[in-house]
């Protein structure tokens, strides 16, 4: 079998080697069955810096993309491709399914076809296969915590198209916490202004415009991955506080945007001006984000500031709650059944005690049994444990292995063997699994990619396929190295105890 077949990440579901090979020249034609035209229009546009291949459209074209509402046991996400020496037939009910087997068209072809620049004297060939290919989870995501450390929005870009070549469908943005405000907000501009800002330990800022969000949404939308924000509430939101102290506990004072680690406890009051605002950045939220989920934090909210506040006291007895502690609670719901009369699902961190309502989406970190809970209380749940799924953990025991989250060593093994809890017999409902990068320690776009990759790629195997054995993934992942060189992705190490072995790209066969 070619390397490019067995080398896929992540593995399809069904895959058969055929004799053979179709390859892609200058006349080689596109037939674009009616829908299907964003899907020829991104294989263009993913090809031709490589390749240079114009592939016009043509009713006679060999190389067939193909919507057929017939195969509905494909799904969403599923297609069928199926190469001969003749032909290539690209199927799916759904046009994402269409994107999905681009996204393995691009892997069979060689390792040049994802470099940047034309590549001359190369045969675009594609090894004859036949594909079946089904996603096991629903939600396959990745979080980037961008308000402790600013990134730019090309690298966003950059990382829809890393995530749509693994078949992963979400970019979860942490765009708000203490240390930071990202998101613009035209009712309210000293979020970014002030918030977007911090001076201690290290200077250092940034936000973006809402242009630049639109566009990042469109261009995700285009390869098949919904761009999901988070803005954090009730705690978490000194940045928003330094901005607009009135929305505080304590009259008066002034606060600095935060820039060390950790869990403070300046949260937002639960007076009705507070949650006005909160109502008022959600909505200039859902007018840049489409995406059904909106995150609103709701983790980590120290109540040490409501007990000691008569204003807190006053609300929590009005509302008939036995304490302070449940105005959480409380808030959360609120600001939930919100986004619930705007048609969006409402998605918060799952603590334990977890008291929100079930229409609540909930993504559970801290342990497999918060998993089950939410489940048995019916709510939707994306498996986001810490110990195998948090990517800013020591990914190694090396010297030489950049600043990380102390605590755990996640390595690669680690990261391709987390396997959510089963919803049998519950009421809710495992939507999927996602990794996550919180940036306390990670600054650059360089160490952003070498504490992603290569554990993304595990992550990502385990949610599409579900039960590749390790020794057959660390297999694939090592051909599989240098398209990620190729993309000029600087991972980190494939073995813990290892150096890390960056490639050109070139080696694959």
Same mark, same amino acid.
């Given at each position: 079998?070619?390397?490019?077949?067995?080398?896929?990440?992540?593995?399809?579901?069904?895959?058969?080697?055929?004799?053979?090979?179709?390859?892609?020249?200058?006349?080689?034609?596109?037939?674009?069955?009616?829908?299907?035209?964003?899907?020829?229009?991104?294989?263009?546009?993913?090809?031709?810096?490589?390749?240079?291949?114009?592939?016009?459209?043509?009713?006679?074209?060999?190389?067939?993309?193909?919507?057929?509402?017939?195969?509905?046991?494909?799904?969403?996400?599923?297609?069928?491709? @199926?190469?001969?020496?003749?032909?290539?037939?690209?199927? !799916?009910?759904?046009?994402?399914?269409?994107?999905?087997?681009?996204?393995?068209?691009?892997?069979?072809?060689?390792?040049?076809?994802?470099?940047?620049?034309?590549?001359?004297?190369?045969?675009?060939?594609?090894? $004859?296969?036949?594909?079946?290919?089904?996603?096991? *989870?629903?939600?396959?995501?990745?979080?980037?915590?961008?308000?402790?450390?600013?990134?730019?929005?090309?690298?966003?870009?950059?990382?829809?198209?890393?995530?749509?070549?693994?078949?992963?469908?979400?970019?979860?943005?942490?765009? @708000?916490?203490?240390?930071?405000?990202?998101?613009?907000?035209?009712?309210?501009?000293?979020?970014?202004?002030?918030?977007?800002?911090?001076?201690?330990?290290? &200077?250092?800022?940034?936000?973006?415009?809402?242009?630049?969000?639109?566009?990042?949404?469109?261009?995700?939308?285009?390869?098949?991955?919904?761009?999901?924000? =988070?803005?954090?509430? &009730?705690?978490?939101?000194?940045?928003?506080?330094?901005?607009?102290?009135?929305?505080?506990?304590?009259?008066?004072?002034?606060?600095?945007? =935060?820039?060390?680690?950790?869990?403070?406890?300046?949260?937002?009051?639960? *007076?009705?001006?507070?949650?006005?605002? $909160?109502?008022?950045?959600?909505?200039?939220?859902?007018?840049?984000?489409?995406?059904?989920?909106?995150?609103?934090?709701?983790?980590? $909210?120290?109540?040490?500031?409501? !007990?000691?506040?008569?204003?807190?006291?006053?609300?929590?007895?009005?509302?008939?709650?036995? *304490?302070?502690?449940?105005?959480?609670?409380?808030?959360?719901?609120?600001?939930? !059944?919100?986004?619930?009369?705007?048609?969006?699902?409402?998605?918060?961190?799952?603590?334990?005690?977890?008291?929100?309502?079930?229409?609540? !989406?909930?993504?559970?970190?801290?342990?497999?049994? *918060?998993?089950?809970?939410?489940?048995?209380?019916?709510?939707?749940?994306?498996? $986001?444990?810490?110990?195998?799924?948090?990517?800013?953990?020591?990914?190694?025991?090396?010297?030489?292995?950049?600043?990380?989250?102390?605590?755990?060593?996640?390595?690669?093994?680690?990261?391709?063997?987390?396997?959510?809890?089963?919803?049998?017999?519950?009421?809710?409902?495992?939507?999927?699994?996602?990794?996550?990068?919180?940036? =306390?320690?990670?600054?650059?776009?360089?160490?952003?990619?070498?504490?992603?990759?290569?554990?993304?790629?595990?992550?990502?195997?385990?949610?599409?396929?579900?039960?590749?054995?390790?020794?057959?993934?660390?297999?694939?992942?090592?051909?599989?190295?240098?398209?990620?060189?190729?993309?000029?992705?600087?991972?980190?190490?494939?073995? &813990?105890?290892?150096?890390?072995?960056?490639?050109?790209?070139?080696?694959?066969?």
């Amino acid at each position: 079998m070619p390397a490019r077949v067995s080398s896929l990440v992540p593995a399809p579901t069904q895959l058969s080697h055929r004799p053979g090979h179709f390859t892609l020249a200058a006349d080689t034609a596109l037939r674009v069955s009616p829908g299907a035209e964003p899907a020829a229009d991104l294989l263009r546009a993913l090809l031709a810096p490589a390749t240079g291949l114009p592939l016009a459209a043509s009713p006679d074209g060999p190389f067939v993309l193909a919507l057929d509402p017939g195969l509905g046991g494909l799904g969403e996400e599923g297609y069928g491709l @199926t190469v001969s020496p003749d032909a290539v037939l690209l199927r !799916a009910a759904h046009l994402t399914g269409l994107l999905r087997g681009i996204q393995t068209v691009r892997q069979l072809l060689p390792v040049e076809a994802l470099f940047a620049a034309r590549q001359p004297d190369v045969p675009w060939r594609l090894p $004859c296969v036949e594909i079946t290919d089904v996603p096991r *989870h629903a939600w396959r995501g990745f979080m980037l915590d961008v308000a402790r450390h600013f990134q730019p929005a090309a690298l966003l870009r950059r990382y829809v198209d890393l995530l749509a070549l693994h078949k992963m469908n979400v970019l979860h943005l942490h765009l @708000t916490d203490d240390q930071g405000w990202r998101m613009p907000v035209a009712a309210y501009p000293r979020l970014t202004e002030v918030g977007g800002r911090r001076v201690l330990p290290v &200077p250092h800022e940034g936000a973006y415009t809402p242009g630049e969000l639109r566009d990042l949404v469109a261009y995700a939308a285009a390869r098949g991955v919904t761009v999901v924000p =988070e803005i954090e509430m &009730p705690g978490h939101a000194r940045a928003a506080l330094a901005a607009y102290p009135e929305f505080g506990n304590v009259p008066g004072r002034q606060l600095a945007v =935060e820039g060390r680690r950790g869990v403070y406890d300046t949260v937002l009051g639960v *007076h009705e001006p507070v949650l006005d605002f $909160c109502r008022t950045v959600l909505d200039e939220v859902l007018d840049v984000f489409p995406s059904r989920h909106v995150h609103i934090g709701g983790d980590e $909210c120290p109540t040490t500031e409501w !007990a000691a506040s008569p204003a807190a006291r006053e609300r929590a007895a009005a509302e008939g709650l036995a *304490h302070t502690d449940a105005l959480r609670d409380w808030f959360l719901g609120r600001i939930g !059944a919100h986004l619930v009369e705007r048609g969006r699902i409402p998605t918060a961190w799952a603590e334990p005690g977890e008291g929100l309502p079930s229409d609540f !989406a909930v993504m559970t970190w801290r342990d497999p049994e *918060h998993t089950r809970i939410a489940l048995k209380r019916g709510h939707r749940v994306i498996s $986001c444990q810490h110990r195998s799924t948090y990517l800013d953990y020591v990914q190694s025991d090396s010297p030489a292995e950049p600043p990380a989250q102390p605590g755990v060593l996640l390595d690669l093994r680690t990261a391709h063997e987390h396997e959510p809890p089963d919803a049998a017999g519950t009421s809710g409902e495992l939507l999927g699994m996602q990794a996550h990068l919180w940036t =306390e320690f990670v600054t650059t776009p360089e160490h952003v990619d070498h504490m992603t990759f290569p554990r993304l790629c595990a992550v990502a195997d385990r949610a599409w396929h579900g039960s590749p054995a390790w020794p057959d993934f660390r297999a694939r992942l090592g051909a599989h190295t240098a398209r990620l060189a190729a993309l000029g992705v600087r991972h980190g190490p494939l073995d &813990p105890h290892l150096p890390v072995p960056h490639r050109s790209g070139k080696e694959q066969a």
